[in-house]
Every structure is written in structure tokens, then in C-alpha cells.
């Protein structure tokens, strides 16, 4: 099993660019790499996913580098809707390997 | 469309009774999973369906916990004899196999269930 490790939190200012970077050493050959984001009392809600070099979708882009041993969740002229946690998940898809969240991290985003 | 639902959104029980959480994913979904997050943690998997084949028990913490989908469709999660430690959200998420999905995962709202 994949195991990502992510910086606990991170603070940002509004308009700003972030990159949260995650770090899965052990990624195997078959496994995706999907992000999630969790605002407080809520279901965590799907951003992104990717299998190498660069994804980019309307909220956020992800880039893998060729080894694939870690990736970085980029998001764009942050607001303060976006303070939430952040999941970074590795694993085969449609197997319980995806299945572990870890701690996530806390981004804030100040005004 | 409607989204993942469970029931019931907050549950509150004593210590030693038994509780029973559903989860009613999105409609064609084969894929169903739940998770338990506790206050300021990460989600734990606790177990999976998928299609017709046998759940994935794997991350079920003890044998008071059980859950069986009937139909493909509806989701039971039970817990015997809870314990303070069982306090936490339970979150019930959803996906599709079809290609070329990415098996994205829809979660519905939780339940918290609190443990008295």
C-alpha cells in the first residue's frame, strides 16, 4: 500500500497560487494518483486525478514528475471558499489500495 | 441527479446498544464504501462493495461492525454493542466502473453518531 505523506497545513492569501506537494515513494506501477478536498461537516469531493506528467481540469492542475514519486496539487488565484483539507490518495483504482486518505492538508487561505 | 444520501444525519445511543447507519448511493453506481472519520482525523476505509462480488472487509475494526448491500443498491452499516470509541462520522461514498470513469467517488453527508 502507497503511503503519501503531505505537509499538515499551509497558509495562503487570496489570489494567490498554491501547490501542495505529496510524497508516495513506494507508488506502484498501476496505482493513480486522485485528490480530494473536504470543507468542515462535509463529504470529501473529488478534484482531480492523474497518472503522470500534467492534468488540468477547471479547478486545479496536477503534475506528476516521471518517476511519479511525488506529486503537486496546484490551485490557481486561491479565494477563502477554498480553505479545506486537502487528500492526496495513490493506489490501483477501483481497489481498496485506493482507499487510504491519510491526514490530509489543512489549507487557509487568509484574505 | 440525486446525490449520495445517509440516514440518519446525527445518532446518539448508549453504550452497548446496537445501531444501524444506511447509505443510499447515486442510482447505477456499482461501487459503494465507507469510511468513519474521527474529529480532526483522516477517513478510515471500512469496507467495500463492488457489483456482485464479496465486500472487501479489510478495514473493519472488529467483528461488531458488519455491513451488507442489498440489491446492489441500499447499504446497511451495523454496529453491535457500541463503544465510546465508535464516536465519530460515518461517511458513505459511491462510484461508477463504466470506462472511461476515473472512479471518482461521491460521498454523502455523514452520519455523526455519537456514543454516550
Known amino acids: 500500500l502507497a503511503k503519501t505523506t503531505q505537509p499538515i497545513s499551509m497558509d495562503s492569501y487570496e489570489g494567490q497560487e498554491v501547490n501542495i506537494t505529496c510524497s508516495h515513494n513506494n507508488i506502484a506501477t498501476n496505482d493513480y494518483i486522485t485528490w480530494y478536498q473536504q470543507f468542515p461537516s462535509q463529504g470529501p469531493r473529488f478534484i482531480i486525478q492523474?497518472?503522470?506528467t500534467k492534468v488540468t481540469n477547471e479547478v486545479a492542475s496536477l503534475f506528476i514528475p516521471a518517476d511519479r514519486k511525488s506529486s503537486t496539487l496546484s490551485l490557481p488565484r486561491v479565494s477563502l471558499s477554498d480553505t479545506a483539507v486537502y487528500y492526496c490518495l495513490v493506489g490501483l483504482l477501483g481497489s481498496a489500495r485506493q482507499l487510504t486518505f491519510g491526514s490530509g492538508t489543512q489549507l487557509t487561505v487568509l484574505p | 441527479g440525486a446525490g449520495v444520501s445517509q440516514s440518519p444525519s446525527n445518532k446518539v445511543t448508549e453504550k452497548g446498544k446496537d445501531v444501524e447507519l444506511r447509505c443510499d448511493p447515486i442510482s447505477g453506481h456499482t461501487a459503494l464504501y465507507w469510511y468513519r472519520q474521527s474529529l480532526g482525523q483522516g477517513l478510515e476505509f471500512l469496507i467495500y462493495f463492488q457489483g456482485n462480488s464479496a465486500p472487501d472487509k479489510s478495514g473493519l475494526p472488529s467483528d461488531r461492525f458488519s455491513a451488507e448491500r442489498t440489491g446492489g443498491s441500499v447499504s446497511t452499516l451495523t454496529i453491535q454493542r457500541t463503544q465510546q470509541e465508535d464516536s465519530a462520522v460515518y461517511l458513505c461514498a459511491s462510484s461508477s466502473w463504466d470506462i472511461p470513469s476515473s472512479y471518482e467517488q461521491y460521498f454523502g453527508p455523514g452520519t455523526r453518531l455519537t456514543v454516550t
Open positions: 492523474g497518472y503522470k
